[in-house]
């Protein structure tokens, strides 16, 4: 079973950064990628960035791009989420996300494991 926990989340003025973590444990493969997703109150969960494992292919949403920066640290198993200029609207529990396969997934129903979520708060 892989399991995975975020950190780093907290209360931050508007345009200013926070760095998220996600640590991955368990049987873990090299053919997988690792997702960042988010939900804010009243509304569905919505992708965030993705990147593929052994290639360090990444893709984003249209919403954070130029702002956002996932990467990963092989030595350590973890993803990393760098997120600058955030404004209100990116508010939410983050979560990291796990699935077997290459592909950098932007979908929810394409990962098989999720972890706890931690919080994030822009303020005005």
């Known amino acids: 079973q892989v399991q995975l926990v975020e950190s780093g989340g907290g209360l931050v003025q508007a345009g200013g950064s926070l760095r998220l973590s996600c640590a991955a444990s368990?049987?873990?493969?090299?053919?997988?990628?690792v997702g960042w997703f988010r939900q804010a109150p009243g509304k569905e969960r919505e992708f965030v960035a993705a990147i593929s494992w052994r290639s360090g292919s990444t893709v984003y949403a249209e919403s954070v791009k130029g702002r956002f920066t996932i990467s990963r640290d092989n030595a350590k198993d973890s993803v990393y989420l760098q997120m600058n200029s955030l404004k209100p609207d990116d508010t939410a529990v983050y979560y990291c996300?796990?699935?077997?396969?290459?592909?950098?997934?932007?979908?929810?129903?394409?990962?098989?494991?999720w972890g706890q979520g931690t919080q994030v708060t822009v303020s005005s």
């Open positions: 368990g049987r873990t493969f090299d053919t997988y990628a």
């Open positions: 996300a796990f699935r077997f396969g290459l592909r950098a997934a932007d979908t929810e129903r394409e990962y098989d494991y």
